[in-house]
């Protein structure tokens, strides 16, 4: 079994859009999650083709460790690797440590769990960091436009977060696409029921370690 840990709905469908793009038999869709469970603590996405492939939607980092210890470490003699994708968010080395913690605590093998920390396991910042940096935003009018309503907030909001700016810059970004079918959230800008939303260009330099990590858990 190899199983890949993620902090929300986005980083599931884009791990799963990643895979969709790691070979022509593989698709988006074959990975599905449980029906009418809608209120479990986390989420598993199973793969109805790879039967050894998970994606589980952590829904939260604080569920990381419970994960961990009381769902995998049951599993541990099935399971050959474990990916965690979580947000570096403002202190890489504290969310760094946060991860280790979780793995230490669990008495996994240490050997069989890697890490990403997004964007790219190195800088501060988010999945919506990583969505935006790969974005040619002077080509993007909606993002030229959003670039003065960012200054407004910024400048007329007393310690507003950077990450719920990012979050609504990207919505922008997706709803004022040419695509109208996509909605405005992240999570259903990769794949939707037409197909491919061709709004994230996964051949662009940005996406390159985080391709590379999936790559490395699911190959």
């Known amino acids: 079994?190899?199983?890949?840990?993620?902090?929300?709905?986005?980083?599931?469908?884009?791990?799963?859009?990643?895979?969709?793009?790691?070979?022509?038999?593989?698709?988006?869709?074959?990975?599905?999650?449980?029906?009418?469970?809608?209120?479990?603590?986390?989420?598993?996405?199973?793969?109805?083709?790879?039967?050894?492939?998970?994606?589980?939607?952590?829904?939260?980092?604080?569920?990381?460790?419970?994960?961990?210890k009381l769902i995998l470490k049951p599993r541990e003699a099935v399971i050959s690797k474990i990916g965690i994708l979580i947000d570096a968010d403002q202190d890489f080395q504290q969310s760094e440590n946060e991860v280790k913690k979780a793995i230490s605590s669990s008495t996994i093998d240490i050997k069989k769990i890697s890490y990403f920390l997004t964007p790219n396991n190195k800088d501060l910042g988010n999945l919506e960091t990583l969505l935006l940096s790969s974005l040619a935003k002077t080509d993007i009018p909606q993002l030229q436009c959003f670039e003065e309503y960012k200054k407004c907030l910024t400048e007329s909001i007393l310690d507003i977060e950077?990450?719920?700016?990012?979050?609504?810059?990207?919505?922008?970004?997706?709803?004022?696409?040419?695509?109208?079918?996509?909605?405005?959230?992240?999570?259903?800008?990769?794949?939707?029921n037409v197909g491919d939303t061709g709004l994230w260009d996964l051949s662009k330099k940005e996406f390159q370690p985080l391709i590379k990590f999936v790559e490395s858990i699911f190959n």
Do not use: C
């Not at 990012?166 to 259903?188: C, L, T």
């Open 1 to 68: 079994m190899k199983i890949i840990l993620v902090e929300g709905i986005t980083d599931a469908n884009l791990v799963r859009y990643i895979y969709s793009k790691i070979s022509s038999e593989y698709h988006f869709n074959d990975f599905v999650a449980p029906r009418g469970r809608t209120n479990l603590k986390v989420v598993t996405f199973e793969n109805k083709k790879h039967h050894k492939l998970q994606i589980i939607n952590l829904k939260g980092q604080d569920n990381l460790t419970d994960t961990l």
């Open 162 to 192: 950077k990450r719920a700016i990012d979050k609504h810059e990207v919505e922008a970004y997706i709803k004022f696409s040419q695509k109208p079918r996509n909605r405005n959230q992240a999570q259903f800008s990769f794949f939707d």
